[in-house]
């Protein structure tokens, strides 16, 4: 659905709300006057025009909120995590039922090399190599709306490993370079085993090299998860009938394209558009991906293999792997696609409110910068919708051996997600599934 970000009468109403944010998440913040600029903060990248940098955000000739400004993001020492915590633990009672931890990543190019991070490298959401950023959001989400709760950013090699460039970027000595996925990876572990957040299923993109490490990560702390895949990752199935034994190895692709005869229609509608749309599912339980000298090992719970038509499609061009194995297709390609969701807000909401706009070069700004834009993106979504705190009990998923109650994965629905079968035109397949 297309959303206002930030009308015109709401500006007084979203200032409220900041100031109840504030003594929200901001308690951890020791001093009354760092508070005070959170808030003046916040404010600016919620008003601000254009580039939400703290010179646009002090205003001209206010060269006195500008270095005090300044100070607050890239120098005050205070910790950004509780604030984050805060902010998913309140999102959490205060969200309509939220469904999955989507991880976005996100790629903020620039011009120089002094930016915390930057580098010339591969980007696989652009296809090419850039002099960027690369960072990732994990988002706390429903079908109606995505927050971002906690972040990382990626530091290459150099950052790490040239001691004074290191120093002068303040990073700490506990970081380490690692890939994105890695990072996000870390950071949902964390925040699975200190956050006291209810457990959700983890919706991610993962490369063909960096899935068996990802699955034997949250396979170890139960943590459910939907990695899309790519339809060249090779899986290791089981034989069907006795003149079939297993195990075989092919392509996610190929394996998919097999099961043909066993696709189920689903009808759903796109997130932020009114018109429906028509996908093909089917499935495929699998052992492991085989990685390259041996195979994962096994995960507690069994894999299951994902795939999806468009309805035009002659071949499958979507591929999931996860270890939610009690739901129907149906809702799992729903979770599939709440990265829809999150991407549609991150345009609408989170890059309006600055989240790529740091110009600093410390490695704690940027971490305040970010902590704070998701502050921002939270009052402006709340705000535009004339949303306020509305404290409900949240629906939990202890781990993937347990199913999530189908109605938290169609709460957008007007009505029951499964309606009765309609009548079979002969040649199609009776299994078919509705969701609006």
């Not at 120093?167 to 990876?185: C, E, K, M, N």
């Not at 409110?353 to 993106?377: M, N, P």
């Amino acid at each position: 659905m297309a959303r206002v970000v930030l009308p015109e009468e709401s500006t007084k109403e979203i200032s409220e709300l900041i100031d109840v944010l504030i003594s929200l998440f901001f308690e951890s913040l020791p001093r009354r006057d760092q508070r005070n600029w959170a808030r003046v903060y916040l404010n600016g990248l919620v008003r601000t025009n254009g580039k939400k940098t703290i010179r646009n955000i002090a205003g001209t000739g206010a060269s006195s909120v500008e270095q005090s400004l300044q100070q607050f993001i890239s120098k005050s020492p205070w910790d950004w995590t509780p604030v984050r915590r805060s902010l998913a633990q309140h999102l959490e009672r205060t969200a309509q039922r939220p469904l999955a931890w989507v991880v976005q990543p996100m790629v903020i190019e620039k011009a120089g090399d002094r930016s915390v991070g930057v580098g010339r490298q591969f980007v696989p959401q652009l296809g090419r190599t850039a002099n960027c950023q690369q960072a990732s959001g994990i988002w706390l989400t429903s079908s109606d709306a995505g927050f971002p709760v906690e972040w990382t950013l990626t530091l290459p090699g150099p950052w790490t490993a040239e001691l004074l460039r290191r120093r002068r970027a303040g990073i700490p000595d506990t970081a380490r370079s690692l890939t994105p996925a890695q990072d996000a990876v870390h950071a949902v572990q964390r925040m699975a085993a200190t956050w006291q957040l209810q457990r959700r299923p983890v919706v991610m993109e993962v490369s063909n090299s960096e899935l068996p490490q990802c699955i034997e990560s949250f396979s170890m702390q139960d943590i459910p998860f939907v990695f899309k895949v790519d339809g060249t990752l090779p899986v290791s199935f089981g034989g069907a009938g006795r003149h079939k034994p297993g195990p075989h190895t092919a392509p996610a692709r190929e394996l998919i394209d097999s099961l043909r005869s066993q696709r189920r229609v689903v009808e759903w509608t796109r997130h932020g558009r009114a018109e429906g749309a028509v996908t093909l599912l089917t499935s495929a339980a699998i052992f492991a991906t085989p990685g390259e000298d041996r195979l994962v090992p096994a995960p507690p719970t069994p894999l299951l293999l994902v795939g999806a038509w468009t309805e035009a499609a002659l071949l499958p061009s979507e591929f999931w792997i996860t270890n939610i194995g009690d739901r129907p297709l149906a809702q799992l390609f729903l979770l599939a696609k709440l990265t829809d969701r999150v991407a549609l807000d991150f345009t609408e909401v989170c890059e309006p409110a600055g989240i790529r706009d740091f110009e600093g070069r410390s490695f704690r700004g940027w971490h305040h910068h970010a902590t704070l834009a998701s502050v921002a993106h939270a009052a402006m979504l709340l705000g535009a919708r004339g949303r306020g705190p509305h404290p409900s009990p949240p629906e939990p998923y202890p781990g993937p051996a347990r199913p999530v109650p189908t109605r938290t994965v169609a709460a957008h629905a007007a009505g029951p997600p499964t309606l009765p079968p309609r009548p079979v035109i002969p040649g199609q397949s009776p299994r078919r599934e509705y969701i609006r």
